[in-house]
């Protein structure tokens, strides 16, 4: 750890994206496909559409029906939901949860009241799959708090990148096809400069959208650690301080009948309040204590498409008496402006279809990025002459070999294998939407074993050549099992059902050509070479720093905000609430350069520690004041 700056970033940008890149690849692609998880769901669900027949029954009426059919179902149920339909062909959705934790579905004809004959469609998580799939790798806790730590990491493998790179602007525009080493070196240049803004502010929205959660010092310090609530109210002061209009009057119910039972009356105060169609209705413990009635607006796609901020809308009243709670206007400038703009650009909810593609199409240059790194760290090091890992050094090699076969291929494999399992299940199969995910890492974990046990340049061709033909054979696995196909979506005019079948075919045809591409090449197996002993306890210093940066950034960065939050509030600057957001939102890019700091400077983990010492003394001083 004695070299030079550029030598110290080199080392930590090789390592920090390694390490990160076998799961930053699933999280990547994950993310760039959940950028399309409306329509994906809208396809995996495999809804029928309503005959056409003109309505028999007012939506009072309808939604009466609702009621009565969802009080029927549990006695003492944790909430219903009622989705409404947002197009003419579309059944109403109802959902209700028991005390049991599991949650029922049902359909009706919102035209009649009518239950319509189960399974309506396909139980699936269709996009929210991929969606929960990124943020938390179905981790629970744990695994929410290792993306956001890979996503620190990722914030590092870039900037250390840069630094690194003294021609990065240069040798953008150089391309070596067929180069062996070079041409994956292009590869990864070209994916990383051409999308390098977009890499860096995706990578910290995904931090910032949950800023209280990953970064809860700053809150807890100011407010103590259950003033949350307290918090949230100053914070809505800050922001709109004359948000003073009266709520609307108790709408008129007919007296003796439950509010729930009257959803039709709550439904039209609702939307004259909030100016907007609702596009669901939630009943929080009905017929318990603490009833609650929920309307939200459904968004409107001309205020998404040119502008960042803005709320949907959204009315609450008591169970229990019927009057108004709560209640936001559509488009209303929401408490938490900064989470709201941190949201929508991270999940691409502005712009309309054309920044979703480009956000496919950048994550998608984001994963090739980490794919082509981490193949090209093997390319060089495996024919070296030095062993970095002793005898021990084929093993090491070999394994990371297999497990980048199972991060790239096997990614793309267990993707275009959950919607197989989607259209092969049983539809009426219980929980066939956790087999789906069964089925998911199922796949995954087979192109893992199966890159072990197969050589390496065979494991590539065979799991990208069998992602060829799974995609290319989705159209006829749909047609035979549902009796839909893209033309019948179109002519339905449901393109966005139409576009998932010809984006997997294009895809299909991708890996085709790649498996081809792979097939002509060549595998050296690595050497071992002569054993170069590491400098006397080298490997524990590494181990140190490593430490001193996820353990004491972390540390250093949270004293660091909690500091900034309470000087500003003190100084006047800001209100406390926004101390609070502001210094939560820099803390991120703290964390990221503590990190850098550590591995940059001969005795940075020094200063790190220093540093974390006096900002935790000037946070007690202030805090005493």
């Known amino acids: 750890m004695k070299a030079g700056l550029r030598q110290r970033m080199s080392w930590l940008h090789t390592w920090c994206g390694l390490v990160c890149a076998w799961l930053l690849c699933l999280i990547f692609l994950a993310g760039s496909i959940s950028v399309f998880r409306a329509p994906i769901t809208a396809w995996m669900s495999a809804e029928p559409a309503l005959p056409e027949a003109s309505a028999t029954l007012s939506r009072d009426a309808v939604l009466a029906a609702a009621s009565r059919h969802l009080a029927a179902q549990d006695p003492s149920p944790r909430f219903w939901r009622i989705e409404l339909p947002g197009e003419s062909g579309q059944a109403m959705r109802l959902f209700w949860r028991g005390q049991d934790g599991v949650t029922h579905d049902a359909a009706m004809d919102p035209r009649s009241g009518e239950l319509l004959q189960g399974p309506w469609g396909r139980k699936t998580e269709g996009g929210r799959h991929f969606m929960t799939l990124h943020y938390t790798l179905y981790g629970g806790g744990f695994g929410f708090w290792l993306v956001g730590w890979l996503t620190v990491g990722m914030l590092v493998a870039l900037i250390s990148g840069v630094v690194v790179h003294k021609r990065i602007f240069k040798d953008f525009f150089l391309f070596r096809p067929g180069r062996g080493q070079r041409a994956w070196l292009d590869g990864h240049n070209a994916s990383a400069v051409l999308t390098l803004p977009f890499q860096l502010m995706i990578a910290y929205t995904g931090l910032a959208v949950f800023y209280t959660s990953y970064m809860p010092a700053p809150l807890q310090t100011l407010y103590g650690e259950n003033g949350a609530g307290r918090w949230a109210a100053e914070l809505a002061l800050a922001v709109t301080p004359d948000a003073s209009e009266p709520l609307p009057a108790r709408p008129a119910y007919v007296a003796g009948t439950p509010v729930r039972e009257q959803l039709g009356v709550v439904l039209d105060a609702a939307e004259r309040a909030i100016g907007s169609p609702a596009r669901m209705v939630m009943v929080e413990r009905p017929g318990q204590a603490r009833e609650r ?333």
């Open 293 to 625: 009635v929920g309307v939200y607006a459904r968004p409107d796609p001309a205020a998404e498409l040119r502008q960042l901020s803005g709320a949907a809308g959204r009315a609450f009243l008591d169970g229990g008496g019927g009057a108004f709670t709560a209640v936001q206007r559509a488009g209303a400038e929401p408490a938490d402006a900064a989470h709201e703009v941190m949201e929508r650009l991270h999940l691409a909810r502005y712009g309309g279809w054309t920044i979703r593609w480009l956000y496919f199409l950048c994550g998608l240059a984001g994963t090739l990025m980490m794919a082509t790194g981490a193949v090209l760290y093997t390319l060089k090091r495996r024919n070296r002459g030095e062993s970095e890992f002793g005898v021990f050094t084929p093993v090491f090699y070999r394994l990371t070999e297999s497990l980048n076969v199972a991060a790239i291929a096997g990614a793309c494999l267990a993707c275009i294998g959950y919607f197989h399992a989607n259209r092969l299940l049983p539809a009426a199969l219980p929980g066939r939407d956790a087999w789906e995910i069964k089925a998911f890492f199922a796949l995954w974990l087979a192109s893992l074993v199966h890159a072990l046990l197969r050589p390496v340049q065979r494991a590539w061709v065979e799991q990208f050549a069998v992602s060829a033909l799974l995609c290319l054979l989705l159209p006829l696995v749909n047609a035979v099992t549902t009796g839909q196909h893209a033309f019948a979506y179109a002519l339905a005019g449901q393109w966005p059902s139409a576009m998932v079948e010809v984006t997997v075919v294009l895809f299909g045809a991708g890996f085709a050509l790649l498996a081809r591409r792979l097939r002509r090449g060549g595998w050296v197996p690595p050497k071992a070479g002569r054993i170069v002993a590491a400098p006397a306890g080298h490997r524990w210093r590494v181990a140190g720093r490593v430490v001193c940066a996820i353990v004491g950034g972390y540390g250093c960065s949270a004293v660091a905000a909690t500091a900034l939050a309470q000087a500003m509030a003190r100084l006047g600057v800001v209100t406390p609430a926004l101390g609070v957001v502001v210094g939560s939102l820099l803390s991120f890019l703290l964390y990221a350069l503590a990190a850098l700091w550590v591995f940059g400077a001969r005795r940075g983990w020094l200063g790190v520690l220093v540093s974390t010492a006096v900002l935790a003394l000037a946070v007690r001083l202030m805090g005493a004041a």
